[in-house]
């Protein structure tokens, strides 16, 4: 965030004249180009760290979910441990195949809109729903099942409609939100593109999920059966825990106002 704020200031004082046609994919390393040598390649050392980090996890999940919920459950049932680790292997090697193909020439479309904004909108069809659905289940005895399930549905149905078909029904501007227009590159070819920012869409998906849920769950049993019992202790933080939380939640707001 700070390296984002930070870029957005310095090119509207025109120093970032690298950024010049208004392309945002170099401002991260514009930013780096006013550090020292030295603070130059740790950040580009911790922006790497990152990366890897964030592909070993997927790469993990990869290979556990294959592994465990299809290949032992319906394949091969007694495989051994060993087995099961070169299955997993072998999993991870196609994903990333499959992957390369599917960028090489970018056949998604994410070289127009950014590789970090694709995979936020995109995964903002699904984490409205499913939020929700543990929020309430979380943190309310009287969340139902059938809720549960509504809720995963109606959040995908209305990332949808947010994010393909808002603007054509109610137009850029309303009380909900304010529709931005940009110019991307599809398979060498300039398109216009309106469209609400992704934040937006996951925002109101969720609270128009988490409403929907709480009205069918007031129709069930005041206390679910199967409701989560809380222990008063785990949600319990020592108090400079919570001061170094709101200390930098209240930094950050004081930088958004006063840089953005």
Known sequence: MLPGIAAYVLYKNGHLPQLANGSKDGAYAAVLSFLPAGLKGLSIAALTAAIVASLAG?????????????????????????????????????????????????????????????????????????????????????????????????GFALAIFFNNYAVHIFGKETLLYTAYEYQKMNKGVVETVVEIPFLINMGWSFFITTAVMIGISLFGLKVNEKAFVHDASMRKLKPATVMMIVATLMILAALYVRFW
Do not use: H
Not at 118 to 130: A, C, D, E
């Open 58 to 154: 997927k790469v993990n999940s990869i290979s556990t979910i294959f592994t465990l919920d299809i290949y032992k459950k319906y394949i091969s049932k007694d495989s051994t441990e060993t087995k099961q680790v070169w299955i997993g292997r072998l999993a991870v090697l196609v994903a990333m195949i499959v992957a390369m193909i599917f960028t090489w020439t970018d056949l998604l479309g994410i070289g127009g809109e950014g590789g970090f904004t694709f995979i936020q909108k995109y995964t903002g069809f699904i984490s409205p729903g499913v939020f929700a659905m543990f929020l309430l289940g979380m943190f309310w005895k009287r969340t139902t099942g059938a809720a549960a399930i509504v809720g995963v549905v109606l």
